[in-house]
C-alpha cells in the first residue's frame, strides 16, 4: 500500500485536543494529526469569533510519515470572560470536533467547552495511572463529575497530574504489542542503538527477546557483564529498577506510541493486538494483561473528553522516565554513564517534553523545541533520526532547568520538579539525593514570599508515613535506598531542613496546601508549627494512584503499626525531623478501623474557601462508590480515640 493511500485511511485526528494551560489572554492545547492541519478555532464569546491557527501560533513537529505533533498557542487581544462557560469547536477542513471526534461531546452538548475560573474555588488531582492495573480508571470520576452538567462556578478550575502519568518502565505484553503495531501503521521515525545488543529500532521491535525478555538485550561488556551486574554487583534492583521492567520502552517511536494509546481511543482503531511467539510461561501473563486492558480502552472516550473540557497541567515522577530516576548521586553516575541507558531515559525525557511538558509553560521550551524540530527534519530522507542530533537533545534536556513552573493564579499554584534538580550526597554517593537542591528551595522560596497562601505540587508527600520513611530510613543506612524506593523529603538531611524552614519564614504564605502522589495510597495530614500562635498551617494532601493501589494487606500493616508506634504521646516522634512540627491526621470517612491511609483508585478533588485554605477534601473512588471525605480530628476523647467530624 502507498504512503498516500495509508494517509488516506488515517483518521485526520489521532489525539487530542487537549486542553492544556489557559489563561485571560492564552488558550494552550495539545493535538495530534495523522497529516499537518490547518485547524480553525471557534469561540462562543461576543456572538462567536474564529481564529485560524497558523505558524505565528501553531507549531507542527512530526515524529512519524503520518504523526504530526500540533502544539498550540494562542494568545488574545481581548481578555476571556471569567466564570462562565465557553464553548468551542476546532474545525479541520472546515468539519468540526462532532464530526472528527464526536467522543468529546457530552450528551447534552454539541461542542467541548471550558470554563476559566477567577480563583481556583476547586481543583482534581491526582497521580499513577498505569493501564494494566486491575482497578477502574480515575479520570472517568472527572468525566462522571462534568457530564452531570454543572454549573460554570461549580466546574474544578483544572486538573492537575503530579506525576506516572505513563509508565514506560512497567508496559503489558498487549500494550507494547499495540505500540509496535502503531508504530509500523503511523511511521514512526526509527533510530540507531549504540551500546546496545541490537543495532536499531527494527532489529529491536523484531528481536526473539522484545517481549518480556528486555532485561536481556542491555548492553554487554568485555567482562560479559550485564548492566544489572556492572551497576549494582548483581543486586535484585539493576539501573533500570522497576520490578516489571521486562517489557521497559527504549526507542522515541515506542514511548510517543505509548502516550497516543493511553490517552486517546482513536489509535486503538488501528491496530489489532495479536500475541507474539513467547514462552510457554509468558503465555498466561500476556493473557491476563490482555483482559486488564478492555476495561482501560473501553474508558478511553470519557478520559479524552476530560482532557477536552479541563485545563490539565502535569509534572513528572520517576515512572514517565523509568523507575527510582535520579534516586541517588550513584545511580545518575551509572545510568548516564553508558550511552544505551542513556538513550532509554533521554527517549522518555525527549516524549515528556513534547507530550506533557511544553503545555504547562511553552515560553520556558523555545529551543529545545527548535532542537526537537531540527531532529525530526533528519528522518526526512530514511525515516531515520539522525544519532547526534538526538543524543544532542537528550544532553540539551538531561541539564534542562525549567520543567518546574508557576501558576498566576489566586491562591498561587507553584509546581516543583522533584527529579531534575536534586540535592546529591557528596559524601555518599549511594544515599538518596534530596528532592531539590539548594537553588531549586532558594527559588521555592522566592515564589512564596508575600503570597497570603499557596497550593505546591510535589510528586512525592513533603509530609508521608513516618513508619515508611523509617524504614526506608534503615535500607539506606544499610547502602540499599533502591530496594524500598527511598524517595521522600526526610530522607536528605539538608534538604529537609530547608523545606521545613521555609513553611517557618514570616513572609512566606500563612497558609500551605501541598499535593501529592507517587505512593499508591490517599491521606490528608494538617500540619502545625509548634509554639507560634501565628505559624502558618499546612495541608499535606496525597491522592494517589489514578489507576493503581498499593497492596492491601500490607497496607493495612502500615497503617497500623504507624498509629501504634508514632502515636502522639510516643517518644519516637523525637526521633523524627518533624518534630518542631504537630502533624495531625485525618480519618477517610468510610474507615472501618480508624485507618488514615485509603487504599482505592481515584482521583483527589479539594475545596478551598476564600483565603485560599481546604473546605472540604475528597477521594472520589474509581470503582464507583461514594466520594470518601477526609474527616477533621476533634481533640482526644477520655479513651484517647480521637473522633472525626465533618468541616
Not at 466546574?155 to 505500540?179: E, K, N
Not at 542503538?193 to 525478555?213: F, K, Q
Not at 507517587?518 to 491522592?543: A, C, M, N
Amino acid at each position: 500500500m502507498s504512503a498516500v493511500s495509508l494517509q488516506a485511511n488515517l483518521p485526520i485526528v489521532l489525539a487530542g485536543p487537549m486542553l492544556r494551560r489557559i489563561e485571560a489572554r492564552r488558550l494552550v492545547f495539545w493535538l495530534v494529526g495523522s497529516r499537518r492541519l490547518s485547524p480553525v478555532l471557534r469561540l462562543s464569546v461576543d456572538g462567536g469569533v474564529e481564529y485560524p491557527l497558523g505558524e505565528d501560533c501553531c507549531r507542527v513537529i512530526p515524529f512519524g510519515r503520518h504523526a504530526f505533533l500540533h502544539l498550540i498557542d494562542l494568545r488574545l487581544e481581548i481578555s476571556l470572560p471569567l466564570d462562565q462557560q465557553i464553548d468551542y469547536d476546532l474545525l479541520i477542513d472546515d468539519d468540526g470536533i462532532g464530526h472528527w471526534a464526536p467522543h468529546l461531546v457530552h450528551e447534552h452538548a454539541t461542542t467541548p467547552s471550558f470554563v476559566l475560573r477567577s480563583r481556583i474555588d476547586q481543583l482534581l488531582h491526582g497521580s499513577c495511572r498505569k493501564p494494566h492495573f486491575p482497578a477502574n480508571d480515575g479520570l472517568l470520576c472527572a468525566d462522571r463529575l462534568l457530564a452531570a452538567d454543572p454549573k460554570p462556578e461549580q466546574r474544578p478550575a483544572l486538573l492537575m497530574l503530579s506525576g506516572d502519568q505513563v509508565y514506560t518502565d512497567d508496559v503489558a505484553g498487549p500494550m507494547l504489542r499495540a505500540i509496535h503495531q502503531l508504530i509500523a501503521r503511523l511511521g514512526l521515525f526509527d533510530e540507531r542503538l549504540e551500546g546496545a545488543i541490537v543495532s536499531d529500532s527494527a532489529a529491536l521491535y523484531g528481536h526473539a527477546a522484545c517481549y518480556y525478555h528486555r532485561a536481556d538485550l542491555l548492553p554487554a561488556l568485555e567482562s560479559n557483564e550485564t548492566l544489572r551486574e556492572r551497576f549494582f554487583g548483581g543486586a535484585r534492583k539493576p539501573i533500570f529498577t522497576s520490578a516489571n521492567a521486562e517489557n521497559h520502552l527504549v526507542t522515541l517511536a515506542e514511548v510517543m506510541a505509548m502516550y497516543l494509546l493511553v490517552w486517546s481511543p482513536v489509535p486503538w482503531e488501528l491496530v489489532e493486538p495479536q500475541m507474539p511467539p513467547l514462552d510457554a510461561g509468558k503465555i498466561d501473563r500476556y493473557r491476563l494483561e490482555e483482559t486488564r486492558l478492555v476495561d482501560f480502552r473501553a474508558g478511553l472516550p470519557g478520559v479524552a473528553r476530560v482532557f477536552a473540557h479541563l485545563p490539565t497541567l502535569m509534572i513528572f515522577d520517576d515512572h514517565d522516565i523509568t523507575d527510582d530516576w535520579n534516586l541517588s548521586a550513584q545511580w545518575e553516575l551509572t545510568a548516564y554513564g553508558h550511552p544505551f541507558s542513556k538513550r532509554i531515559i533521554g527517549n522518555a525525557l525527549v516524549a515528556y517534553m513534547l507530550c506533557q511538558g511544553w503545555g504547562n509553560d511553552p515560553r520556558a521550551f523555545s529551543e529545545v523545541l527548535d532542537k526537537a524540530e531540527a531532529l525530526a527534519a533528519t528522518a526526512a530522507d530514511d525515516n531515520h533520526l539522525d544519532s547526534t542530533a538526538l543524543d544532542g537533545l537528550i544532553d540539551r534536556l538531561i541539564t534542562f532547568n525549567h520543567w518546574q513552573y508557576v501558576m498566576p493564579t489566586t491562591p498561587a499554584l507553584v509546581v516543583l520538579d522533584t527529579r531534575t534538580r536534586r540535592w546529591r550526597s557528596e559524601i555518599d554517593l549511594q544515599r538518596p539525593s534530596g528532592l531539590l537542591d539548594w537553588e531549586a528551595l532558594c527559588e521555592l522560596q522566592q515564589e512564596l514570599l508575600d503570597h497570603p497562601s499557596a497550593i505546591i505540587v510535589s510528586p512525592a508527600p513533603v509530609f508521608g508515613v513516618k513508619l515508611i520513611e523509617t524504614v526506608q530510613r534503615v535500607f539506606s543506612a544499610f547502602g540499599q535506598p533502591l530496594l524500598v524506593d527511598a524517595e521522600n523529603w526526610m530522607a536528605h538531611r539538608g534538604a529537609a531542613q530547608v523545606i521545613l524552614n521555609i513553611f517557618r519564614h514570616s513572609r512566606t504564605p500563612g497558609s500551605y496546601v501541598i499535593l501529592s502522589g507517587d505512593v499508591h495510597y490517599s491521606f490528608v495530614y494538617e500540619v502545625l508549627i509548634r509554639h507560634r500562635q501565628q505559624g502558618p498551617k499546612i495541608w499535606q494532601i496525597t491522592s494517589s494512584g489514578i489507576k493503581n493501589e498499593f497492596p492491601r494487606r500490607l497496607l493495612d500493616v502500615f497503617d497500623r503499626l504507624n498509629r501504634w508506634l508514632y502515636s502522639p504521646r510516643s517518644p519516637l516522634n523525637w526521633f523524627t525531623k518533624r518534630r518542631p512540627m504537630k502533624v495531625m491526621p485525618r480519618t477517610p470517612e468510610h474507615s472501618k478501623a480508624g485507618e488514615r491511609l485509603w487504599n482505592s483508585a481515584g482521583l483527589g478533588q479539594v475545596f478551598f474557601d476564600t483565603e485560599g485554605r481546604p473546605s472540604r477534601i475528597f477521594q472520589l473512588n474509581a470503582n464507583g462508590t461514594e466520594p470518601t471525605e477526609f474527616l477533621e480530628q476533634r481533640d482526644d476523647q477520655p479513651d484517647g480515640l480521637p473522633v472525626a467530624r465533618r468541616v
